[in-house]
C-alpha cells in the first residue's frame, strides 16, 4: 500500500515530503457507491531517524453521512471534498471548539452535485465551490470504534476508531513541532477514475449503438428505393449472354 500511494503521488505530480517525521496525508475515496460507511482509508507515511519509511493506515470516511445527505447545510448541496493535493490547507487546531484534530485553513474544493442517496451523478462533475468550509480531520466517536456514519460527517474526513485518530493526533505533533503547524492533505478518487471509466464506455457503446441504427436506416431505405426501381437493378449476365450466342 506505501509502494502504491507512493506511485500515485508521483505519477499526479503531488508533493511528496522526505524529511524525517513530515507526514504525507493521502486519504483514498473508494470504488464503493454505498453511503454511511467507513469504506475508505487515511493513508500517513513518514521517514523516521534512521530514514525508513514508516506508514500507517486508518479506515475513514471521506464522504458525509447520510444524516447530512437528507438535511443539507448549504442550499446547493452537501460538500464531497474534490480529489486533488492541498497543500498545507490544514493545521492542528480546535474541531468545533470541542477537541483538537486537523482544521482547514486554506480553501479547498467541494462538490455539491448529488442525489439524496449519495450518489453524484454519472455523467457530470457536479458544482465545484473553492472556500472555507470547515472540512476537517477528526475523529467519530471519542471511545472505540464507529461502525456507521451519520451525523459525524458533513463532508469531513473522519476516522472510524478513536485509537486510530489518537496516533495521528501524536504525529501531528512531532510534525508541527518541527516544520510548524502546516498539514498537506491529499484525495485519491477511485470513484470519480470509476465513474469516467464507465462514462466513456457508456458514451462509446451509445456511439456505437447510434451509428448501427444509422446504418440499418440506410440499408432499409436502399431497399425500398430498389423494389420502387429508383434505383438500378443488376444486370442479368446470363440473358446477356444468350442473346450474344443467338446473334452468332
Not at 121 to 134: E, M
Not at 140 to 163: K, P, Q, R
Not at 233 to 245: A, C, F, Y
Request: proline share 3%.
Amino acid at each position: 500500500m506505501l509502494n502504491n500511494a507512493k506511485q500515485i503521488l508521483k505519477a499526479k505530480g503531488y508533493v511528496v515530503y522526505q524529511r524525517p517525521w513530515e507526514l504525507n496525508i493521502i486519504a483514498f475515496r473508494s470504488r464503493h457507491l454505498r453511503t454511511n460507511a467507513f469504506d475508505d482509508w487515511l493513508i500517513v507515511f513518514y521517514r523516521n531517524d534512521a530514514g525508513k519509511w514508516v506508514y500507517h493506515h486508518f479506515p475513514c470516511t471521506t464522504d458525509p453521512g447520510q444524516y447530512w445527505l437528507n438535511n443539507p447545510m448549504h442550499p446547493k448541496g452537501t460538500a464531497f471534498l474534490k480529489a486533488g493535493q492541498y497543500v498545507n490547507s490544514h493545521a492542528i487546531g480546535m474541531h468545533k471548539a470541542s477537541y483538537e484534530a486537523l482544521v482547514q485553513v486554506k480553501p479547498v474544493t467541494v462538490i455539491r452535485d448529488y442525489d439524496r442517496g449519495g450518489l453524484f451523478n454519472w455523467f457530470s462533475s457536479g458544482y465545484p465551490d473553492t472556500g472555507l468550509f470547515g472540512i476537517n480531520v477528526h475523529r467519530a466517536t471519542a471511545n472505540g470504534t464507529s461502525v456507521l456514519v451519520d451525523n459525524y460527517s458533513a463532508g469531513c474526513m473522519v476516522l472510524a476508531s478513536s485509537t486510530d485518530f489518537a496516533l495521528l493526533t501524536k504525529l501531528a505533533r512531532i510534525h508541527k513541532n518541527l516544520y510548524g503547524n502546516r498539514f498537506t492533505l491529499t484525495l485519491i478518487d477511485y470513484r470519480d477514475r470509476r465513474k469516467r471509466m464507465l462514462s466513456t464506455v457508456a458514451w462509446g457503446a451509445a456511439l456505437a449503438s447510434t451509428a448501427w441504427v444509422g446504418y440499418q436506416l440506410y440499408e432499409n431505405e436502399t431497399i425500398k428505393e430498389y423494389k420502387k426501381g429508383s434505383i438500378g437493378r443488376p444486370r442479368d449476365t446470363r440473358r446477356i449472354g444468350n442473346r450474344q450466342m443467338a446473334k452468332m
